[in-house]
């Protein structure tokens, strides 16, 4: 079998099998680094779906292993339609990852989910299109259940932490997902909340499918910056109330990489699930039978 991560089987071992990272970060805007990480190596990654979005820096935070990776390349120089997402997670994977905590900023639907608010979501509603496109190396159909596409227990351990620094946070919610770089018009807005949404944001798929896909355990961090231009409200994405937004945004992100320090003190803890990986073979046992 392919190190491209299509089967449950390991990949083959590399020269950091020894000393495996236990968790895997993929850092979104605002963490092109991880505060606090000693690193012990710089791997710059190849896979069969190309290069990253960045070398990948491995070592320890708080005691637990992490292999820390920007989502948007060091300078935050890739925009959400390009990056590599596909190979973001096989490198990973490639070093002995399983498991996936990704961060990204998001913009609220609701009114009730005020900026400066922490969700950590449990479902996506995906609009994008064109994106990440492995088809041609995969050679494969893949058709895996995803009802529930986040990692409940890595999502139980982010929401107890978020509880722990007393932040203000929702346990669940979903993420509408849209193409970008551009922002959404009132009307798509108005629309997203009224199919479900609880926030828009631009990077959680296909990263969380494919996390699946490779059978890696993935849960999110969604930090909220600003209301939609759906909700009526001084705190939103225009000229006149951008200092606001960007004092959230600072904020948040000290925050994460707070509640990542806590999350890397709990690395056993999170490491000890294998659900992604187990459904990826319950789903290859199904497609290889006899039956269909």
């Known amino acids: 079998m392919s190190s491209s991560g299509l089967s449950y089987q390991e990949n083959k071992q590399t020269p950091f099998a020894e000393e495996k990272p236990l968790i895997g970060v993929i850092g979104g805007s605002g963490l092109c680094a991880l505060p606090g990480l000693t690193v012990s190596e710089i791997v710059e990654a190849e ?12 070592g320890e935070l708080c005691g637990g292993r992490i292999a ?71 050679s494969q159909v893949i058709h895996l259940p995803m009802a529930q ?38 009307a798509e807005s108005k629309m997203y909340a009224l199919w479900g949404g609880d926030v828009v944001n631009m990077t959680q798929y296909p990263e969380c499918y494919f996390a699946r896909e490779l059978g890696l355990c993935y849960g999110a961090i969604a930090t909220v910056t600003d209301y939609d231009v759906g909700v009526p409200s001084a705190i939103s994405m225009q000229p006149e109330s951008m200092e606001t937004v960007l004092t959230i945004f600072r904020r948040n992100t000290a925050i994460t990489v707070l509640l990542l320090g806590r999350l890397a003190g709990f ?8 659900c992604a990986a187990n459904r990826l073979a319950e789903y290859y046992k199904l497609a290889n039978s006899e039956s269909l």
Do not use: M
């Open 267 to 274: 690395a056993a803890e999170i490491t000890n699930c294998n």
């Open 47 to 58: 896979t069969l779906y190309g290069k990253p979005s960045g070398s990948i820096s491995v």
């Open 68 to 138: 820390f990776l920007p989502r948007h390349g060091l300078k935050h120089a890739i925009p959400p339609h390009k990056v590599p997402y596909k190979a973001n997670l096989a490198a990973l994977k490639s070093l002995g990852v399983q498991h996936v905590i990704g961060t990204c900023v998001v913009g609220s639907l609701r009114k009730a989910v005020e900026p400066g608010t922490f969700v950590v979501p449990d479902q996506f509603i995906n609009l994008t299109w064109g994106r990440d496109d492995t088809f041609e190396v995969d």
């Open 149 to 186: 596409p986040y990692c409940e227990h890595v999502r139980s351990i982010i929401a107890r932490e978020l509880k722990a620094i007393e932040v203000h946070y929702q346990t669940a919610g979903t993420v509408v997902v849209v193409q970008g770089p551009r922002f959404s018009t009132i």
